[in-house]
């Protein structure tokens, strides 16, 4: 059984991983699972992650030991248009599709069985629209914001597809409707009290990322 290194851009996805995700793995007798949190900048101060670097971390860590699977969970929504085939992927109108075509895109350059490219659609807030009992966590939620989110969760069977607006992304609506919320805090609290499988169930595209890393990793 193979560790798995799962690169990360921030806290949050860190912890999602260390509350959430690393507990469903360790049943499947996956019990080393880290999340690395990159810079996206050298000074590690913030900012977009450059295709490079996120290049340059997961070579390092392939070359290192022989017994891992690698893989990220990074979000689409503003990912920078420096990563591999981005301008052919931004003509595919189906935004599944264009992930897919930028994940492949991403495994022709950095070519090795043990390691799984993830873009997760749109953003990881997304995740957070699956159930309304993880937002039951936040006592002081006002009744009108509740309703709102409520709608939101049944109006996406699959919580990924909500869209990549300006404003409308999922951590834009979140952050609208939730006085308070803080992005580090709450969001891997709203994941776990939500539960994993609740997340895989309602989300295929992350579902399937955590088949291949079972698959991977035995």
């Known amino acids: 059984m193979k560790r798995v290194y799962i690169i990360v851009e921030g806290q949050t996805e860190e912890e999602f991983i260390k509350t959430t995700l690393?507990?469903?793995?360790?049943?499947?007798?996956?019990?080393?699972?880290?999340?690395?949190?990159?810079?996206?900048?050298?000074?590690?101060?913030?900012?977009?992650?450059?295709?490079?670097?996120?290049?340059?971390?997961?070579?390092?860590?392939?070359?290192?030991?022989?017994?891992?699977?690698?893989?990220?969970?990074i979000d689409f929504f503003r990912l920078r248009t420096d990563f591999p085939k981005y301008d052919d992927a931004?003509?595919?109108?189906?935004?599944?599709?264009?992930?897919?075509?930028?994940?492949?895109?991403?495994?022709?350059?950095?070519?090795?069985?043990f390691f799984i490219p993830y873009i997760?659609?749109?953003?990881?807030?997304?995740?957070?629209?699956?159930?309304?009992?993880?937002?039951?966590?936040?006592?002081?939620l006002p009744k009108k914001e509740k309703s709102e989110i409520i709608q939101i969760i049944s109006s996406y069977s699959n919580p990924e597809m909500i869209n990549d607006g300006a404003d409308t992304a999922p951590s834009k609506r979140i952050v609208k409707l939730i006085p308070g919320y803080s992005k580090?805090?709450?969001?891997?609290?709203?994941?776990?009290?939500?539960?994993?499988?609740?997340?895989?169930d309602k989300c295929p595209r992350f579902n399937n990322w955590v088949k291949s890393i079972i698959e991977k990793a035995a």
Do not use: W
């Open 90 to 113: 931004s003509k595919m109108v189906d935004k599944t599709a264009r992930i897919t075509y930028l994940e492949n895109a991403i495994k022709e350059e950095i070519s090795n069985r």
């Open 22 to 73: 690393r507990d469903y793995l360790s049943r499947h007798n996956i019990h080393d699972v880290r999340p690395i949190k990159i810079g996206t900048s050298s000074g590690h101060k913030g900012g977009e992650l450059k295709y490079a670097r996120y290049k340059k971390n997961i070579e390092i860590l392939l070359k290192s030991q022989s017994d891992i699977v690698v893989t990220s969970l």
């Open 184 to 200: 580090t805090l709450h969001g891997p609290i709203i994941a776990q009290e939500n539960g994993i499988q609740k997340i895989l």
């Open 120 to 140: 997760q659609l749109h953003e990881f807030e997304g995740l957070l629209f699956t159930d309304i009992h993880g937002f039951d966590y936040l006592m002081d």
